[in-house]
T-cell receptor
Framework: AQSVTQPDIHITVSEGASLELRCNYS??????LFWYVQSPGQGLQLLLK??????LVQGIKGFEAEFKRSQSSFNLRKPSVHWSDAAEYFCAVGRAPGITGGGNKLTFGTGTQLKVEL | GAVVSQHPSWVICKSGTSVKIECRSL??????MFWYRQFPKQSLMLMAT?????????EQGVEKDKFLINHASLTLSTLTVTSAHPEDSSFYIC?????????????FGPGTRLTVL
């Protein structure tokens, strides 16, 4: 069974400081990994995704994530956080694209609430 | 591109009534649509997966007679909460996925806030 662990429920950083949000996954096949951001009362916005290729992927809003197969991790980073980055961040895992069979369900982590201090 | 809309964005209803939520893929054909439920400050829990023209597949513990899902076309899926009760109050989010190799990832709608009085 697939699972995602986001060990940090809440993180507080100062504006301008660097950020790293942790994500560990368990998946029996080639994973398709995602990071989403959710502002209060809103749907999910895709920040970035990884399936293959360069293990350091760039996303929107200055975010990046690094896939480390040996650690089953896909941590999200940003060099300098802005106050507008305060939101809930979700890591998710699904079946790699192009793989046939059933639906490509996503499994989400429990989320990390980011607070930015001015 | 790859826009998914939901309607309504919020709804308040009386206990015992039924509520229908629409999910539309605006610029692509969605062969598969997913319905999620999110409780306050919690993660998204998949309720069901629907493929166009076939019956939805419900996750364990989700009452299929309570949450009716119809995926009648490649751009529209509906979730009907039947005989809603206060415990059904939640944030419902849909997502849509295109054909394998085309729009292969899930694109999420903005969500519908349901409050049952």
């Amino acid at each position: 069974a697939q699972s995602v662990t986001q060990p940090d429920i809440h993180i507080t950083v100062s504006e301008g400081a660097s950020l790293e949000l942790r994500c560990n996954y368990s998946y029996g096949a080639t994973p398709y990994l995602f990071w989403y951001v959710q502002s209060p009362g809103q749907g999910l916005q895709l920040l970035l995704k990884y399936f293959s290729g360069d293990t350091l992927v760039q996303g929107i809003k200055g975010f990046e994530a690094e896939f480390k197969r040996s650690q089953s991790s896909f941590n999200l980073r940003k060099p300098s956080v802005h106050w507008s980055d305060a939101a809930e961040y979700f890591c998710a895992v699904g079946r790699a694209p192009g793989i046939t069979g059933g639906g490509n369900k996503l499994t989400f982590g429990t989320g990390t609430q980011l607070k930015v201090e001015l | 591109g790859a826009v998914v809309s939901q309607h309504p964005s919020w709804v308040i209803c009386k206990s015992g009534t039924s509520v229908k939520i629409e999910c539309r893929s605006l610029d692509f054909q969605a062969t598969t649509m997913f319905w999620y439920r999110q409780f306050p400050k919690q993660s998204l829990m998949l309720m069901a997966t629907s493929n166009e023209g076939s019956k939805a597949t419900y996750e364990q513990g989700v009452e299929k007679d309570k949450f009716l899902i119809n995926h009648a076309s490649l751009t529209l899926s509906t979730l009907t909460v039947t005989s809603a009760h206060p415990e059904d109050s939640s944030f419902y989010i849909c997502s849509a996925r295109g054909k394998a190799g085309v729009r292969d990832e899930q694109f999420f709608g903005p969500g519908t806030r349901l409050t049952v009085l």
